[in-house]
């Protein structure tokens, strides 16, 4: 299995554009999760689907935040426009809830700079 | 709702030294608790997990993990560090029946020859 799929790796924008950031959870896996990680804040659950249902977005910060996973095998995070203080590492992760172990398995992270 | 505390945001030590990482959690059930480490420009990599029976668990690279319920802690242990140890150390916790895993907010660990 490649494990969790994350692309760009690196991502650099201007102030005010779209940032797709995508996800490819590990197949059979029916939960995903997305994380932001930054120095002030640490890693910060935003949302996270079970079966491509979006369960709970209480973490996204507001409204420039959209996430959608539109078949079991792919996931974007959307920010329009982007900020500055979005500048973070955005991690997606999986899990399969049959493993019975709440484990996570991460991606290697998408480094979004806006500058 | 859980929360996780690591008190220390670095430490340093010597190679062959041992080491011991804290954490501790607030939770009003019972929770599952992970140790998870990242490597410079990494994931997360599961290192251990406590989802129930003997408190002392064993994890990859040599860590190990003691679950104490009255002290509601969850410290990282290894006897001897190697330089290839350095990285952000992060606690997590999950409650039972959530979906959610959150984390504290890591521990660097220097490893110094």
């Known amino acids: 299995d490649a494990g969790v799929i994350q692309s ?7 102030m005010g554009q779209e940032v797709t950031l995508r996800c490819k ?5 029916d939960y ?8 002030m804040r640490g890693l910060e659950l935003l949302i996270y689907f079970n079966n491509n249902v979006p369960i709970d977005d209480s973490g996204m910060p507001e409204d420039r935040f959209s996430a959608k996973m539109p078949n079991a095998s792919f996931s974007t995070l959307k920010i329009q426009p982007s900020e500055p203080r979005d500048s973070a590492v955005y991690f997606c992760a999986s899990r399969s809830l049959g493993s019975g172990a709440n484990v996570l398995t991460f991606g290697a992270g998408s480094r979004l700079t806006v500058l | 709702a859980q929360s996780v505390t690591q008190l220390d945001s ?18 009003s059930v019972s929770v599952y608790l992970f140790w998870y480490v990242q490597y410079p420009n990494q994931g997360l990599q599961l290192l251990l997990k406590y989802l129930s029976g003997s408190t002392l668990v064993k994890g990859i690279n040599g860590f190990e993990a003691e679950f104490n319920k009255s002290q509601t802690s969850f410290h990282l242990r290894k006897p001897s ?6 990285a952000e150390y992060f606690c997590a916790v999950i409650e039972y029946n959530t979906d959610k895993l959150i984390f504290g907010t890591g521990t660097r660990l220097q490893v110094f020859p």
């Not at chain 1, 959870?25 to 896996?29: A, E, L, M, R, T």
């Not at chain 1, 995903?32 to 120095?39: A, C, P, S």
């Not at chain 2, 670095?10 to 939770?27: D, K, T």
Request: hydrophobic letters at 30%; a negative charge.
């Open chain 2, 81 to 86: 560090v190697h330089i290839s140890d350095t």
């Open chain 2, 10 to 27: 670095q430490v340093p030590v010597f190679e062959e030294a041992p080491v011991e990482l804290r954490c501790n959690y607030s939770s």
């Open chain 1, 32 to 39: 995903l999760f997305w994380y932001r990680q930054t120095m």
């Open chain 1, 25 to 29: 959870p590990i197949s059979g896996h």
């Open chain 1, 8 to 14: 760009p790796r690196h991502e650099v924008t201007e």
